[in-house]
């Protein structure tokens, strides 16, 4: 009998931080995500990098723009093909919330009405995820 892949989020950082705005946040926010990972073979951790990026109408004038690492723990897992499609799926659904509430405070400690993301599906972010995966 195989035993399932399963895997947990072990840790996560927001490594940096950009926070840029005038008097207010724009009113139409637009967000952009890029993700990446690294699949370290020996330990079996995968390391879940992505760029969260918001802006109003100018793509090119972020007002938020932030790094974050989380580090995933597989059982089972020993090589990079072995990971299951269903975490390139879910990965970053585990992290957005610890990054909405990051965004929260970090707007709320700024002295601005805090700004609170909507929930979204990130399924689109699977394949990029995946493209932009490799082992160390």
Known sequence: MNNPASFQLDDYIFNNILLRFEKELPKDINIDIVPSGV??????????????????????????????????VFQNIKTI??????????????????????????????????????????????KPLRENTTTN
């Not at 965004?103 to 909507?118: C, D, E, F, G, M």
């Open 81 to 126: 093909n072995e990971i299951p499609e269903y975490f390139y799926r879910n990965a970053m659904a585990l992290l957005f919330p610890y990054l909405r509430a990051f965004i929260s405070v970090l707007t709320l400690q700024a002295n601005i009405p805090p700004l609170v993301l909507p929930t979204y599906n990130l399924s689109q972010l699977e």
């Open 39 to 72: 699949f370290n073979v020996d330990n079996s951790l995968f390391d879940l990098t992505f760029e969260f990026v918001a802006f109003g109408i100018d793509r090119e004038k972020p007002f938020i723009k932030i790094n974050c690492i989380g580090s995933f």
